[in-house]
């Protein structure tokens, strides 16, 4: 469904430049979950824009659905989730979920039906005539990720989907969105920091290194579906994976110091 082929990506700006995504060769099969983690600016969000054709690569080329992805070519039927809040202020629940479909020319009494049945997907029925500020932080997103899959993608790029959410209201989201996924098998695309979330969701999970980046880790989860958010954190193979995974992971965090990276590789 989707393939990198020796991807790099340098910013320039001025005189200076700077190579956040070094050399990653990817494919991901149709109706794949894959996380993709790694330090904070090593290219995670560069790689989901380049998917979505926002931008060129320096180098190589990606396909979706075997069809070479060009700047502002956005392939069809691709969903976006942005690592920052999405939803519109001045619109409603109902009006924010509903928006791409009214872009779609979709019909007024067909938007509703769509809408309500992906309201009630995501326990937010009843809050149809709210605004983004009266509702909770989870509400919003949960608003912004329907807004997202109601053009029916059948490509999904999250972007730090739950990045600032408690942990109850977190392995909440993960049931529904993995309970979506089950439904519907998009294929999907999460960056995330969180290594417990991307093991309970993912297929597969990508670690890449500190900038200029590279894969450093492609590890399977073999861990059967339907998965229950919470008590496959108690299995053995769980544990297993996410050990493995921070043992590559906290090495280049302490490798390549910042913000995070600071704070993490000392608890590792
Ligand atoms: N439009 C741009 N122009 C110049 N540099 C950019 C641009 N977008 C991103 N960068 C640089 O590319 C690098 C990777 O940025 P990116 O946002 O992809 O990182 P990230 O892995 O998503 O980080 P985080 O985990 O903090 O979200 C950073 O050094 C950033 O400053
Ligand atoms: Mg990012």
Redesign the pocket.
């Given at each position: 469904m989707i393939a990198l082929d020796a991807i790099r990506?340098t910013?320039?700006?001025g005189a200076t430049s700077?190579t956040?995504?070094g050399n990653v060769s990817l494919t991901i099969a149709d109706g794949e979950f894959v996380s993709i983690v790694?330090?904070?600016?090593?290219?995670?969000?560069?790689?989901?824009?380049l998917i979505a054709g926002f931008?060129a690569p320096s180098a190589g080329e990606i396909r979706v659905k075997d069809q070479l992805v060009e700047p502002g070519h956005v392939p069809s039927r691709l969903g976006y989730l942005f690592?920052k809040d999405a939803v519109l202020p001045w619109l409603t629940v109902e009006q924010n979920v509903g928006l791409g479909l009214r872009f779609a020319h979709m019909p007024t009494a067909q938007i509703r039906d769509k809408v309500s049945s992906l309201l009630k997907l995501a326990n937010l029925r009843g809050y149809e005539n709210y605004f983004p500020y009266q509702l909770s932080g989870g509400m919003r997103q949960r608003t912004a990720l329907l807004m997202t899959l109601a053009c029916d993608p059948r490509v999904l790029l999250l972007?730090?989907p739950f990045g600032a959410l408690d942990s109850h209201t977190k392995i909440n989201l993960h049931r529904e969105l993995h309970e979506i996924w089950r439904q519907l098998r998009q294929t999907i695309v999460m960056?995330t920091?969180d290594l417990d979330e991307a093991v309970a969701l993912s297929d597969r999970v990508i670690v890449?290194s500190g900038?200029p980046?590279r894969i450093l880790l492609d590890r399977r989860i073999d861990i059967a579906h339907p998965r229950d958010p919470y008590t496959v954190r108690e299995t053995e193979q769980f544990g297993t994976h996410l050990r493995a995974l921070w043992g590559v992971l906290g090495k280049e965090y302490q490798r390549t110091p910042d913000g995070?990276a600071a704070i993490l590789g000392s608890a590792a």
């Amino acid at each position: 469904m989707i393939a990198l082929d020796a991807i790099r990506k340098t910013y320039r700006s001025g005189a200076t430049s700077h190579t956040a995504i070094g050399n990653v060769s990817l494919t991901i099969a149709d109706g794949e979950f894959v996380s993709i983690v790694g330090p904070s600016g090593c290219g995670k969000s560069t790689l989901l824009n380049l998917i979505a054709g926002f931008i060129a690569p320096s180098a190589g080329e990606i396909r979706v659905k075997d069809q070479l992805v060009e700047p502002g070519h956005v392939p069809s039927r691709l969903g976006y989730l942005f690592q920052k809040d999405a939803v519109l202020p001045w619109l409603t629940v109902e009006q924010n979920v509903g928006l791409g479909l009214r872009f779609a020319h979709m019909p007024t009494a067909q938007i509703r039906d769509k809408v309500s049945s992906l309201l009630k997907l995501a326990n937010l029925r009843g809050y149809e005539n709210y605004f983004p500020y009266q509702l909770s932080g989870g509400m919003r997103q949960r608003t912004a990720l329907l807004m997202t899959l109601a053009c029916d993608p059948r490509v999904l790029l999250l972007d730090e989907p739950f990045g600032a959410l408690d942990s109850h209201t977190k392995i909440n989201l993960h049931r529904e969105l993995h309970e979506i996924w089950r439904q519907l098998r998009q294929t999907i695309v999460m960056v995330t920091h969180d290594l417990d979330e991307a093991v309970a969701l993912s297929d597969r999970v990508i670690v890449l290194s500190g900038p200029p980046s590279r894969i450093l880790l492609d590890r399977r989860i073999d861990i059967a579906h339907p998965r229950d958010p919470y008590t496959v954190r108690e299995t053995e193979q769980f544990g297993t994976h996410l050990r493995a995974l921070w043992g590559v992971l906290g090495k280049e965090y302490q490798r390549t110091p910042d913000g995070t990276a600071a704070i993490l590789g000392s608890a590792a």
